[in-house]
């Protein structure tokens, strides 16, 4: 299992904030954990598309699309910071 | 070096004497506060919302203050942040930095709080009389960071 975490904007948008999910064979980068959750349809279709600007952490860390993602990882998905 | 991330106001005055207090190597404070704006993007602005991601936000604030005391000669440093409602005239953000000469502690703080606005997992909503809307990031503030890239 991961865990999934979204803020702000996206939050909003997908209606939930956090989720455990078991992660489907194949599924072993953040790319195409991403592209599995745009499966979704509706919200998650729209918020995770690849033109959307959207950043990603796994374990706290920012991280870049082709970054390895495994088992007992929390993935954070999120708009753009703006604090200050 | 430390972070907090509150709900509750801080006192600058207070902060600083902690920190000078006991460190005679100390020779330059700089400090910079952000405070509430009541207009922003043209429409006026009752209440803001902040939102942070508990953990990595402290975790991030910290890793850039250990990039500033890797490029000056920082004594000690803090950022305060606050979350949740704020209104306009309250203060956001502090940041402290202590060194020996004013150089390294005004571009500490200068870098520290580029690096916060574009990095450090945060997220605004305003409340406006048109409703709640989520603050877009701005270019210029990547570009501010962008500057100490070289």
Redesign the interface.
Known sequence: MITL?Y???LREALGTGREQLALPDGVTTLAALRAHLARRGDAWAKEMAEGRNLRA?VN???VAADAPVADGDEV?F??????? | MSVRVQQQDFDISAEIAAMRRGNPKIGAIASFVGVVRDVNDGDSVATMTLEHYPGMTEKSISDIMGQARGRWEVLDALVIHRVGTLKPTDQIVLVIVASAHRGDAFAACEFIMDYLKTRAPFWKKEITPQGGRWVDARASDDKAAERWKT
């Open positions: 975490l803020f702000a904007r952490a706290q860390v920012v954070a999120f708009p753009p910071v703006t604090g200050g």
